[in-house]
């Protein structure tokens, strides 16, 4: 297949192929050269082949060097190859949220937030690299994505050019929900199907003066809602 991505990682040259990855060693010939020399003399250093031989990369967008090692989208999705040249789908969270996951338009690493983020027409998924958790902000049909001097920057598909501003939390006048599943709570000493859960305590950090909170709740591992629970917070001085 063609080559879609280039990325250097460790000094070596990493080579994305739609459904391969392959590694170029900084100086891996005999002599330390990486091919022949000013007069030929020498060879080409053969590229060596890493990872499982169906993960590939589907676009040069989406390639981000990271503290973990270079992420990238795959077929399945976002993927992860780690400075010990092995591929993580570090993106299995995500499964589930879309049929196929969309295409990346751009990535940018902000170590301010420790995050690595990868920008869809539709969504932002930016990936916590220290507490190792996915987000998803799906406020913007996004363009091209960067990070810059500034901070974050967008190319909406309207042409619009946004960038992130931590001190400004009022989205250009626009109120967008923020939506916080949790995993399936279980325990080793209750029966499937009892109830035994009595109260439930959530710590809510607001700029706003009042903010409603709803609360569904699903049972028995089947994700249709049992229970809801609506909830106006006040501020409190």
């Known amino acids: 297949g063609a080559i879609m991505a280039l990325e250097y990682m460790n000094e070596h040259l990493v080579i994305f192929k739609e459904s391969r990855i392959y590694i170029l060693p900084r100086g891996g010939g005999p002599n330390g050269e990486t091919g022949p020399n000013n007069l030929g003399g020498g060879v080409f250093i053969v590229p060596e082949l ?3 031989a169906d993960t590939g990369c589907t676009g040069q967008r989406s ?6 090692g270079l992420m990238f989208q795959g077929v399945k999705g976002i993927m992860l190859l780690d400075f010990g040249q092995q ?17 990346v338009n751009g990535t940018a690493l902000m170590p301010s937030f420790q995050q690595a983020r990868f920008a869809t027409q539709s969504a932002i998924y930016a990936f916590d690299y220290f507490h190792k958790q996915w ?4 406020h913007l049909a996004l363009g091209i994505t960067v990070a810059a001097d500034v901070g974050f920057v967008i ?10 501003d931590a001190a400004v939390f009022t989205d250009a006048s626009s109120a967008f929900l923020m939506k916080v599943r949790l995993a399936w709570i279980a325990s080793q ?8 859960f009595r109260w439930l305590g959530l710590t809510i950090t607001s700029r706003a003066t009042s903010t409603t909170i709803r609360i569904q709740v699903s049972s028995n591992f089947v994700d249709t809602v049992t229970q809801t629970f609506d909830t106006t917070i006040t501020e409190q001085n």
């Not at 390639?63 to 973990?68: D, K, N, R």
């Not at 987000?135 to 799906?138: E, G, I, R």
């Not at 190319?155 to 992130?164: F, I, Q, W």
């Open 135 to 138: 987000f998803v902000f799906t």
């Open 87 to 103: 591929v993580h789908y570090i993106g299995a969270p995500l499964e589930g949220l879309a049929t196929t996951f969309p295409t």
């Open 63 to 68: 390639v981000l060097a990271t503290p973990m």
């Open 155 to 164: 190319l909406t598909t309207s042409g619009a050019l946004r960038y992130e």
């Open 189 to 196: 000493e209750a029966r499937q199907g009892s109830l035994r």
């Open 50 to 52: 890493v990872g499982a």
